[in-house]
């Protein structure tokens, strides 16, 4: 059975820095495409970032230079490194597969995308 396990999140100051981590089970992590989303309170859910099974990767323009996605199939694990971190990060962070890492965060997801249940990211002093 498939599965998707986020985690790493808390509580950081401004301009601090966080990992997060995404478990993968049910499936071999090799040959997929891997995520990150967020959702911050009150706004839509937003590709952050992106991962294919070559290790190619896409950034949204607002987590360019700061964010840093990796991954490690021996493992079965997703990383994502967040960096200088502002109140506009604070939000729920969702890894997926069955994605496209395509240029446009927008074109990701599609209905069969799969989904883990969130790890909460909040920044502040």
């Known amino acids: 059975q498939l599965q998707l396990a986020e985690s790493g999140g808390g509580l950081v100051q401004p301009g601090g820095s966080m990992r997060l981590s995404c478990a993968a089970s049910?499936?071999?992590?090799?040959?997929?495409?891997i995520a990150w989303f967020r959702q911050a309170p009150g706004k839509e859910r937003e590709g952050v970032s992106c991962?294919?099974?070559?290790?190619?990767?896409n950034y949204a323009d607002s987590v360019k230079g700061r964010f840093t996605i990796s991954r490690d199939n021996a493992k079965r694990m997703v990383y994502l490194q967040m960096n200088s971190l502002n109140a506009e990060d604070t939000a729920a962070y969702y890894c997926?597969?069955?994605?496209?890492?395509?240029?446009?965060?927008?074109?990701?997801?599609?209905?069969?995308?799969?989904w883990g249940p969130g790890t909460w990211v909040t920044v502040s002093s």
């Open positions: 049910g499936f071999t992590l090799d040959y997929y495409s």
């Open positions: 991962i294919n099974k070559f290790a190619t990767t």
């Open positions: 997926a597969v069955h994605v496209e890492c395509f240029a446009s965060p927008d074109t990701w997801a599609s209905r069969d995308t799969s």
